[in-house]
Nanobody, 126 residues
């Protein structure tokens, strides 16, 4: 059984930074691409960032490009999301997800991810 546990969320002022982490267990982590999604109140869940199985390819939503950075540590079975220059509109619950396909380069498509964490709240204040 795959488990994904996010951490690092919290309250931060606009312009500040946060680093989210996701610890994975249950299957061979290094084989799978990982993604971050978020859901703001009253909105649908949306793609934020993804990283390929080996870390060589990254994808970002246009809204976070240049401000967020996704990385992974296959030795620690972890994926991180460094969030800088945070804006009010970044407020959301952030979810870590694991791609269901071996050795994927990563995808923006929510349906490709078969395991999800419980989410961590990020609140950006003015």
């Amino acid at each position: 059984q795959v488990q994904l546990v996010e951490s690092g969320g919290g309250l931060v002022q606009a312009g500040g930074s946060l680093r989210l982490s996701c610890a994975a267990s249950g299957r061979t982590f290094r084989r799978y691409a990982m993604g971050w999604f978020r859901q703001a109140p009253g909105k649908e869940r949306e793609f934020v960032a993804a990283i390929s199985w080996n870390g060589g390819t990254t994808l970002y939503a246009d809204s976070v490009k240049g401000r967020f950075a996704i990385s992974r540590d296959n030795a620690k079975n972890a994926v991180n999301l460094q969030m800088n220059s945070l804006k009010l509109e970044d407020t959301a619950v952030y979810y870590c997800a694991q791609d269901g396909v071996n050795y994927s380069l990563g995808t923006t498509l929510e349906r490709s991810y078969d395991y999800w964490g419980q989410g961590t709240q990020v609140t950006v204040s003015s």
